[in-house]
């Protein structure tokens, strides 16, 4: 097989949450150690840093490793879901893990993996933590895929624990309340291992401190610590962060949600260097400074275009979309353009409550067994005043937008990551750039 015929095989042949939702979703970790075994434990060969949480896994996750390689480091980076290809979810710093190895890994192991019948991400994740040790990485940051206490990602011994945040989302298959949803995040602090929370309530505070304490793990709660002291915007849109250790660091991703991300980092940051990481000063702002082309992160507050401005964003949850929102009151239009399509195990209710009425729609859908129809979404977005027309796809869609702006309008392009992966997997089709 070739790589386009290997990921054929992947994606058809184990269960993909990205395609079919929680029918994917393995509960238990009997694949995950046999996969591990086979393999002889890859991952105790580098360092790792764990990170957790319902919004913010990815951005944390890439700027950290940003840092990390700025600091000289040799960095592994495991996230999910990708956008474009398969092998953005695999780096090292920063360069995709080749389409050979994917090829090569899939041909020498099937043999023993088919009759486990893993999940995609089961497989995945034995995958990156194999071509972490092989590619000799001094430390690898690993998102978590869904929750965390049964995540197969979990079986790594970190330096550091991250926990970004808690909202609703995959209620499911992690519960129904933000203290069920924070027990299973919590499931990734491991005995004597720091752990940060990036943002926490009184309902799931008591979570934490309970598992931090029964694991014997010092916590940190950036709300509590405040690291970041305030923040500006310049007149590139770039955040300029006050704090006492790095002021006027320039942070170059976008985004109201930035903030909480940021001070969240910061804390990191700090208990990382308390552990022995000679993290400097110059790596910090570097790491903030150049994360899209260190890790060539993508779709976090992403224009595309000027005139009209073009921009999407890879919220998808009440909690990231709330963001969205606001971002979007703080921009100078004319008219605004909400282009949106959803899955559908979300809240799609919810979602659709918070957006402005004073946009004209595009209601699509994604390239994914998931999405929800278009017409579907339009229906329930009517019954709360959003109107609009629906499309068949991301490109027409887009197109629609682009042919009914002015020059000074705003197209928003969002509601799922699967909605932005169309997107930028048509940049050429649709001249964004």
Same mark, same amino acid.
């Given at each position: ?257 930035? +903030?909480? #991300?940021?001070? &969240? @980092?910061?804390?990191?940051?700090? %208990? ?6 000679? =993290?400097? /000063? ?21 224009? +595309?275009? #000027?005139?009209? &401005? @073009?921009?999407?964003?890879?919220? %998808? ?6 963001? =969205?929102? /606001? ?27 918070? @957006? ?78």
């Amino acid at each position: 097989m070739d790589y386009l015929q290997t990921l054929d095989y992947l994606y058809n042949s184990m269960p993909m949450f990205q395609q079919i939702g929680s029918k994917a979703y393995k509960e238990g970790l009997e694949n995950t150690y046999a996969l591990d075994e086979h393999f002889n434990h890859p991952h105790r060969n580098y360092k790792t840093i764990h990170i957790a949480g319902t919004n913010g896994k990815g951005t944390c996750s890439h700027t950290l490793a940003a840092i990390l390689q700025s600091a000289g480091y040799k960095v592994g980076l495991y996230t999910s879901p990708h956008l474009v290809d398969f092998r953005e979810r695999i780096r090292v710093n920063g360069e995709p893990i080749p389409k050979e190895y994917v090829v090569q890994f899939v041909k020498d192991h099937r043999v023993f993996f088919e009759p486990l019948y893993p999940s995609f991400f089961e497989l995945t994740t034995a995958m990156a933590f194999l071509y972490f040790s092989e590619a000799k990485v001094d430390i690898a940051v690993i998102e978590t895929g869904l929750g965390g206490r049964l995540d197969c990602t979990n079986i790594i011994q970190p330096d550091l624990s991250l926990i970004t945040n808690i909202s609703l989302d995959h209620t499911q298959l992690l519960g129904d309340t933000l203290s069920k949803i924070a027990f299973e995040k919590a499931g990734i602090i491991k005995t004597g291992v720091p752990v940060v929370i990036g943002e926490a309530t009184p309902e799931t505070i008591p979570v934490f401190i309970k598992q931090a304490k029964e694991k014997e793990a010092p916590i940190y709660f950036a709300q509590e610590e405040r690291f970041l002291q305030s923040a500006t915007v310049d007149d590139q849109y770039d955040w300029i962060y006050q704090s006492e250790a790095y002021p006027n660091l320039r942070g170059e991703l976008h985004g109201l949600y930035q +903030l909480p #991300n940021t001070n &969240t @980092l910061l804390s990191v940051i700090y %208990h990382l260097i308390q552990i022995g990481y000679p =993290i400097k /000063e110059k790596d910090v702002r570097k790491g903030f400074g150049e994360v899209s082309e260190l890790t060539r992160l993508m779709g976090r507050w992403q224009k +595309l275009q #000027n005139h009209p &401005t @073009l921009i999407c964003d890879t919220g %998808h949850n009440v909690a990231g979309i709330s963001f =969205i929102v /606001e971002q979007l009151k703080h921009l100078d239009y004319k008219r605004l353009h909400m282009i949106i399509g959803m899955v559908d195990d979300k809240d799609i209710h919810g979602v659709l409550t918070l @957006l402005p009425t004073n946009a004209t729609y595009y209601f699509t859908k994604a390239t994914v067994k998931r999405a929800l129809p278009e017409n579907e979404l339009k229906k329930q977005a009517n019954t709360i005043g959003l109107q609009g027309e629906a499309y068949p796809d991301v490109v027409s869609a887009v197109k629609a937008a682009q042919k009914e702006s002015l020059p000074e309008d705003l197209i928003f392009v969002g509601g799922s990551s699967f909605i932005v992966a169309d997107l930028l997997s048509n940049r050429d089709t649709l001249n964004l750039y």
